[in-house]
């Protein structure tokens, strides 16, 4: 994270490139076939498909960068993500805010068939955020519970290339395309539940280069209120109304855009036997928005049911 992302014009180019030239053919029987044989030449690249199906648990840290909007100043953190296959994991992300020492941790999960967020605020008085389309922003459980399962999905195909066992996942052939770095060979991947992305993978390594899906534009209110000299009952009243008014200007904003949604993977290290991305950047419609640098992972650290709730 040497660079400031407003200055990372080669993913933009490379993700507008991708766009616009992979090609689109009929779904049959071959390219099923086709795109099994290029998963079975990735899952070698990255360490086996041995060792991919030894992982059960896996924990990820990461350090970020983010720009929510462009009139806005850049956010940093800390992110901790946690997988107990096939349907456990939990997302804690501890966000430093444009404002003296305030800080946001925020945590989305699933256990099973029960999502559950939590949020949380430190220094600065009292902090209130509103993002706009994440998992912990849904209008229900059920939504919730969709968006953190294809959030859990997304990373799970694009690190370890596989579909969780709980869901049913149609992987298809879908073409080439051609990037700055070489050509590509991309897989077209569907669930039941209208979960959809395409897996570009390398050419020549066969490695995971970029995944590409439909998201809603990200987004973010927030104010800060400063702490009352008085009881920590009058504090937290205050910050609720102020949670109260912030929902009520969020829920009279127009209905988020649906945008395309570009996961660039790279800098691969062998963790273990098995070569994982530490550096990922996230771009909306070509521009760079967020970037990880990812400080360590973990396979099968010993993780337990009890630990992914709210």
Same mark, same amino acid.
């Given at each position: 994270?040497?660079?400031?992302?407003?200055?990372?014009?080669?993913?933009?180019?490379?993700?507008?490139?991708?766009?616009?030239?992979?090609?689109?053919? !009929?779904?049959?029987?071959?390219?099923?076939?086709?795109?099994?044989?290029?998963?079975?030449?990735?899952?070698?690249?990255?360490?086996?498909?041995?060792?991919?199906?030894?992982?059960?648990?896996?924990?990820? !840290?990461?350090?970020?960068?983010?720009?929510?909007?462009?009139?806005?100043?850049?956010? !940093?953190?800390?992110?901790?993500?946690?997988?107990?296959?096939?349907?456990?994991?939990?997302?804690?992300?501890?966000?430093?805010?444009?404002?003296?020492?305030?800080?946001?941790?925020?945590?989305?999960?699933?256990?099973?068939?029960?999502?559950?967020?939590?949020?949380?605020?430190?220094?600065?008085?009292?902090?209130?955020?509103?993002?706009?389309?994440?998992p912990d922003n849904q209008p229900n459980q059920a939504a919730q519970l969709r968006a953190v399962r294809?959030?859990?999905?997304?990373y799970v195909i694009g690190w370890l290339l596989a579909a969780p066992q709980t869901q049913t996942v149609?992987?298809?052939?879908?073409?080439?395309?051609?990037?700055?770095?070489?050509?590509?060979?991309?897989?077209?991947?569907?669930?039941?539940?209208?979960?959809?992305?395409?897996?570009?993978?390398?050419?020549?390594?066969?490695?995971?280069?970029?995944?590409?899906?439909?998201?809603?534009?990200?987004?973010?209110?927030?104010?800060?209120?400063?702490?009352?000299?008085?009881?920590?009952?009058?504090?937290?009243?205050?910050?609720?109304?102020?949670?109260?008014?912030?929902?009520?200007?969020?829920?009279?904003?127009?209905?988020?855009?649906?945008?395309?949604?570009?996961?660039?993977?790279?800098?691969?290290?062998?963790?273990?036997?098995i070569l994982l991305p530490h550096h990922i950047t996230r771009a909306i419609n070509g521009e760079v928005?967020?970037?990880?640098?990812?400080?360590?992972?973990?396979?099968?650290?010993?993780?337990?049911?009890?630990?992914?709730?709210?």
């Amino acid at each position: 994270m040497k660079k400031h992302l407003s200055i990372s014009t080669t993913v933009t180019l490379t993700a507008l490139i991708l766009a616009a030239l992979v090609s689109l053919p !009929s779904v049959d029987a071959r390219q099923d076939n086709r795109a099994q044989t290029l998963l079975a030449q990735a899952r070698a690249a990255l360490g086996g498909d041995a060792k991919l199906k030894s992982i059960q648990t896996l924990s990820t !840290s990461a350090k970020f960068r983010r720009i929510i909007a462009k009139d806005q100043p850049e956010m !940093s953190g800390e992110l901790q993500l946690d997988f107990l296959l096939p349907d456990k994991y939990i997302a804690t992300e501890v966000s430093n805010l444009p404002m003296g020492d305030a800080q946001i941790t925020r945590i989305n999960g699933f256990n099973g068939d029960q999502a559950f967020r939590d949020t949380r605020t430190s220094g600065g008085g009292n902090i209130v955020i509103r993002m706009g389309n994440g998992p912990d922003n849904q209008p229900n459980q059920a939504a919730q519970l969709r968006a953190v399962r294809a959030e859990f999905t997304i990373y799970v195909i694009g690190w370890l290339l596989a579909a969780p066992q709980t869901q049913t996942v149609d992987f298809s052939y879908g073409g080439e395309a051609q990037a700055e770095e070489g050509r590509a060979d991309v897989i077209d991947i569907k669930s039941a539940d209208d979960f959809a992305m395409r897996l570009f993978l390398d050419k020549e390594t066969h490695r995971p280069l970029m995944l590409s899906y439909r998201g809603t534009q990200p987004g973010m209110i927030f104010r800060m209120q400063t702490a009352s000299a008085g009881s920590h009952e009058d504090a937290d009243k205050l910050a609720k109304e102020a949670q109260e008014r912030t929902r009520r200007e969020a829920e009279g904003q127009p209905p988020p855009k649906t945008v395309e949604i570009q996961m660039y993977l790279s800098d691969y290290r062998n963790v273990g036997g098995i070569l994982l991305p530490h550096h990922i950047t996230r771009a909306i419609n070509g521009e760079v928005n967020e970037e990880w640098d990812v400080t360590k992972f973990k396979i099968n650290p010993p993780l337990k049911p009890e630990n992914f709730k709210k």
